[in-house]
């Protein structure tokens, strides 16, 4: 209820700096035309972005610390967006609370009751897979507050790249909100100014990925089954699309473009993992 009000606030002062009331800038207001975040992974301070870090942001429904293959293989290299916030005048907005700074879900799919402005694809509840202990997961908030550039991350695995064993989800959607404030900001593949807005969508390929969520049925959701190997090897060879909405798309969990031996056996490695297996 916080959260909402917070909202609320921020729409209101964004009308007010709209009627000409009060300065944009001065009541830091999100432009989201000029704010936007960038998939990063590896160091901080020479970063990977683009295609080479979306490929570091995978994972399966499980990253507890005794997965072995945690850092390595699922969420490694801090795999992270850098959302980066200005006003209508180009100045950066600092001190934004991490919590205000979220990729936001809904908790599940509609058909097993949720809704809101979050996304309502990924799968992230204790209602609906209470035999895996899952946790309840709606916002994945920033490591921290915005700095003196408008800037802060968020680590998929964590703050600071510290699992986080609330973070847990399953299923995959190719575009989950980045909420400021309030206000969905839009995607660049990189920091690069010529980069247009739109040209990254928020998301993390998920070794949970055969459709077992339209049907509210218990204990289905977020846990590595049967069926995840199957469509993985039914479509090895696939060369894939780029669109972030394809299921080949998902399937490629390295993102080089083919679905090849390397997924399918990242897939089964993960065989039977689900939000307590092989940790909580």
Known sequence: MQQRWKWLLALAVFLLALSGTIPA????????TQSFFVPQSGSFTTPTEGAAAIANARRCPNTGSGDPLEGTQVLKLNARLKVVVKASDGS????IPASDICVLFNGGTTTQGFSGVGDDTIVANAQWNPAALCPD??????????????TAFITWIGAGGVNDKQRKWGAYSGDVPVMVLGFKLQGRLTSVPLAPLGSYTAHVKNLDSSPRYG???LNQGESILSADISAVQARQGTVVTSNPSDLTYQLDFDNNGIINSADLAFVKAHNGHRCNVPSF
């Open 25 to 32: 800038a001065y009541a830091g207001v999100p432009d989201v």
């Open 92 to 95: 950066p907005i600092s001190g």
């Open 137 to 150: 997961v709606r916002c994945i908030q920033a490591d921290g507050p915005t700095d003196a550039t408008g």
């Open 215 to 217: 049907l509210n049925v």
